[in-house]
C-alpha cells in the first residue's frame, strides 16, 4: 500500500494543526478543569468544514476521503479531544451512516445540516446494561403502523446535551434477537425525550456526556434506517467507521505528547546536558515515535481500505487496539519525561494521559477489538 499523502491531503493536515494551534489551544485547559462545551470552538470547525469532511458536497460535506478526515482528527487531538470526539461522532457514526444507509428524504432532510455543523448528531447506543454485548439491546422501538413507540435509556452518549437529532438503536420484535433490532434517527424535540446530567468524567472533560431517556417517543416510519431488522448491522457497520475516527484521534493523543515530550527534553537541562541527551530519556523518545509510527500506518490502512470500498472492520479494530493502547503507554511515559511539571496542568501531558484512557473503551473496548479480530482470523480454520 503507498501511504505518500498527496498534495491536497498535507493541506487539510496543515489546516487541522493551525486551527488546533490558534483556536484550540487557547482556553483548553480552562474548558477542561470547568467541563464548559466548547461551543464558540464548535462552531469554528463547522464553518471550516470539519463536521462533515467526509459527506458528498451534494449534501454540504467536503467530500475529502477518510485519509483527510484522520489527518484532521490526529492534529485536533493533539491539542483538544473533547473537540475532536464531537468531530469524529458526528462525521463517523451519525453522517457517513446516514449517508450510506439514509433515503434521500432523510439525507435532504438531516445530512445537509449535520455536515454543515447547523445541528450535531449523537449515536446512541450503548445502555446500562448493554455495553458490550450490544445485541442485548432493553430499548424497545413497537411498530404502530405509520410510526414507532420508543421506551428506554441510554447512556454514555457522547454529545447527549447538544445534538438535535439521535440515531437511537432498539429492540422492535425481541423474539428475532439482534435481526429485530432497528435503527431510528430521532428528532430530541420530540415529546418523551429527556436528557439527564452531565457526566463528570476523567477525560475528554469538556465533551457533554449524558445519559438519555426516551419515554413513549412518537418516532414516524420514515425515519427508521434501512430495511425491518437492520438495526443492529447498521450498527455494527458504522461502529467499524468510527473506530477508525477513534483510533485517529488515540494517534493524535500519543504524537501530541510525544511532541510535548521531545520539546521538553531538549530545553530541559539535568547533569550538565539536556535530557534528550540522556539515554533514558532519548530511549524513551524512540520507542514512542516508533509506536506512533506504526499505530500511524494502521491507522491509514485502515482508512484506504474504506475508501477503496473493501471490508475494513478488521483493519479498524486493530488500528484502534494499537492506537488507543499507543496513546496509553506513551501519554504516562511523557508525563514522566516531563518529572514533576508533567504532573500540573500548565503542561498539557497530563490532560493528554486523562484523555488516553477513554480510548481503550469507547466505541468497542480493546477486548471487543480483540474479539472482532480474533473471530476474523479464526473463520476459515
Ligand atoms: N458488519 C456487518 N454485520 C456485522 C458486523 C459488521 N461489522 N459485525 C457483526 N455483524 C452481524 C453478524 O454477521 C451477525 O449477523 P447474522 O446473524 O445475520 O449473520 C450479527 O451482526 C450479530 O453478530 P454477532 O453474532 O457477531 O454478535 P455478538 O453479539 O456475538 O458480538 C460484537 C457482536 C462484535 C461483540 C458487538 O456486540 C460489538 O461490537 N460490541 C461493542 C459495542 C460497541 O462498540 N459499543 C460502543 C458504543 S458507541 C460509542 O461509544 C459512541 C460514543 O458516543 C463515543
Not at 69 to 87: G, R, T
Not at 111 to 125: M, R, V
Request: proline share 2%.
Amino acid at each position: 500500500m503507498d501511504f505518500t499523502l498527496t498534495e491536497e491531503q498535507k493541506a487539510v493536515r496543515d489546516a487541522a494543526r493551525d486551527f488546533a494551534q490558534q483556536s484550540l489551544l487557547p482556553g483548553v485547559i480552562e474548558r477542561d478543569s470547568k467541563m464548559i462545551f466548547p461551543t464558540e470552538q464548535i462552531k469554528e470547525m463547522a464553518q471550516l468544514g470539519f463536521l462533515g469532511m467526509m459527506v458528498d458536497p451534494a449534501y454540504g460535506g467536503g467530500g475529502m476521503d477518510t485519509i483527510s478526515y484522520a489527518l484532521a482528527m490526529e492534529e485536533l487531538s493533539k491539542i483538544d479531544n473533547s473537540c475532536s470526539v464531537i468531530m469524529s461522532v458526528n462525521n463517523s457514526l451519525v453522517c457517513w451512516g446516514i449517508e450510506k444507509y439514509g433515503t434521500e428524504e432523510q439525507k435532504q432532510k438531516y445530512l445537509t445540516k449535520l455536515s454543515t455543523g447547523e445541528i450535531i448528531g449523537a449515536f446512541c447506543l450503548s445502555e446500562p446494561e448493554a455495553g458490550s454485548d450490544a445485541t442485548s439491546q432493553r430499548t424497545t422501538a413497537i411498530d404502530q403502523g405509520d410510526h414507532y413507540i420508543l421506551n428506554g435509556t441510554k447512556n454514555w452518549i457522547t454529545n447527549g446535551g447538544s445534538s438535535s437529532i439521535h440515531i437511537v438503536i432498539a429492540q422492535s420484535d425481541i423474539e428475532k434477537g439482534h435481526r429485530g433490532i432497528n435503527a431510528f434517527i430521532v428528532d430530541t424535540s420530540l415529546d418523551g425525550v429527556n436528557i439527564g446530567a452531565k457526566e463528570d468524567k476523567l477525560g475528554i472533560r469538556s465533551s457533554d456526556t449524558h445519559t438519555i431517556m426516551y419515554s413513549d417517543v412518537k418516532v414516524p416510519k420514515e425515519n427508521r434506517i434501512g430495511e425491518d431488522g437492520f438495526g443492529f448491522k447498521f450498527a455494527m457497520q458504522v461502529l467499524s467507521g468510527g473506530r477508525i475516527g477513534i483510533a485517529a484521534q488515540a494517534l493524535g493523543i500519543a504524537s501530541g505528547a510525544y511532541e510535548l515530550a521531545v520539546k521538553y527534553s531538549l530545553e530541559r537541562e539535568a547533569f550538565g546536558k539536556p535530557i534528550a541527551k540522556h539515554q533514558a530519556i532519548s530511549f524513551k523518545l524512540a520507542e514512542m515515535a516508533t509506536d506512533i509510527e506504526a499505530a500511524r500506518l494502521m491507522v491509514h490502512k485502515a482508512a484506504k481500505l474504506k475508501d477503496e470500498g473493501k471490508d475494513f472492520t478488521t483493519a479498524a479494530a486493530m488500528a484502534k487496539l494499537m492506537a488507543s493502547d499507543v496513546a496509553m503507554k506513551h501519554t504516562v511515559e511523557a508525563v514522566q519525561v516531563h518529572g514533576g511539571y508533567g504532573f500540573v496542568k500548565e503542561y498539557h501531558v497530563e490532560r493528554l494521559m486523562r484523555d488516553a484512557k477513554i480510548t481503550q473503551i469507547y466505541e468497542g473496548t480493546s477486548e471487543i477489538q480483540k474479539l472482532v479480530i480474533a473471530r476474523d482470523i479464526l473463520k476459515t480454520k
